[in-house]
C-alpha cells in the first residue's frame, strides 16, 4: 500500500462548479501538507501548503488536512477552464521536511 | 529569468549507455533534489541534497547517482540505462530544506 492514495480521475466538471480533491495517507508523522497544479508538459507548481490540521484559504482555494482521518482535501470554487490540470497532494514529516511523498495526482478538465 | 533549467528536454537512449540529466538552478537554493514521475505512481524522490557538497538516497534510488560540487548544479547519471528507467525526470531546489520546492521542466526519457 502506498503511503499516500489519490483518486487519479480523471474528473470532469462543467464551468462554475465546486470541485473537491482528496487524498489519504497512512503515516501519522506527516505533519506538512501541500497541494502541487501541474500543466500539461510542464513542471509542477505549488498550489497551497499548510502545516497540520485545519483549513488554508487563498482565493478560490480552500485547503483542509484531517489529521484524525489522515485524509486532506483541495477545493476549488467557481472552476475555470484555466484549472484544467494535474492536481498532485504531497506531504512530508517533521525532520524529513525536504522528502516529499506525492499522490499520483488527479486530473481535472473544466469544460466551458 | 531565475529558476531552474534542465537538459536535454528529451532523449532517447538505447539500453546499457550511459546518460547524465543536467539541472542548473540560479535561486541560490541550498536544497535539491530529483524526481521521476510515472503514470499511475506520481513523483518518487530519487536523490536529494541539502546542500552543496551533501546527497542522500530517495526513495527509489537504485541505477541513479548524483554529485553536488556546487551550489548552481545537480546532475543526475544513469551508468547503465534499463528500460524501466522511461520515465519523465524532475529537478526541484528549496532555500532550505524546509522551504517551498520549486520545479524545473523535466526531461522526457526514453529508454529502449
Known amino acids: 500500500q502506498k503511503e499516500v492514495e489519490q483518486d487519479p480521475g480523471p474528473l470532469s466538471v462543467p464551468e462554475g462548479a465546486i470541485v473537491s480533491l482528496n487524498c489519504t495517507y497512512s503515516?501519522?508523522?506527516?505533519?506538512?501538507f501541500m497541494w502541487y497544479r501541474q500543466y500539461s508538459r510542464k513542471g509542477p507548481e505549488l498550489l497551497m501548503y499548510?502545516?497540520?490540521?485545519g483549513n488554508k484559504e487563498d482565493g478560490r482555494f480552500t485547503a483542509q488536512v484531517d489529521k484524525s482521518s489522515k485524509y486532506i482535501s483541495l477545493f476549488i470554487r467557481d472552476s475555470q477552464p484555466s484549472d484544467s490540470a494535474t492536481y498532485l497532494c504531497a506531504m512530508s514529516a517533521r525532520g524529513n521536511t525536504g522528502k516529499l511523498i506525492f499522490g499520483q495526482g488527479t486530473t481535472l478538465q473544466v469544460k466551458p | 529569468i531565475a529558476g531552474i533549467t534542465q537538459a536535454p528536454t528529451s532523449q532517447i537512449l538505447a539500453a546499457g549507455r550511459r546518460m547524465t540529466l543536467r539541472c542548473t538552478q540560479d535561486m541560490r537554493h541550498n536544497a535539491m533534489y530529483w524526481y521521476r514521475q510515472d503514470l499511475g505512481l506520481g513523483l518518487r524522490l530519487i536523490h536529494y541534497s541539502n546542500t552543496a557538497g551533501t546527497t542522500g538516497k530517495g526513495e527509489v534510488p537504485d541505477g541513479y547517482s548524483v554529485s553536488r560540487a556546487n551550489t548552481d548544479d545537480f546532475p543526475l547519471t544513469l551508468a547503465s540505462a534499463v528500460p524501466s528507467q522511461t520515465s519523465v525526470y524532475f529537478c526541484?531546489?528549496?532555500?532550505?530544506?524546509?522551504?517551498?520546492?520549486?520545479f524545473g521542466p523535466g526531461t522526457r526519457l526514453t529508454v529502449l
Open positions: 499548510t502545516y497540520s490540521s
Open positions: 526541484a531546489s528549496s532555500l532550505t530544506v524546509t522551504d517551498t520546492q520549486y
Open positions: 503515516n501519522s508523522a506527516f505533519q506538512y
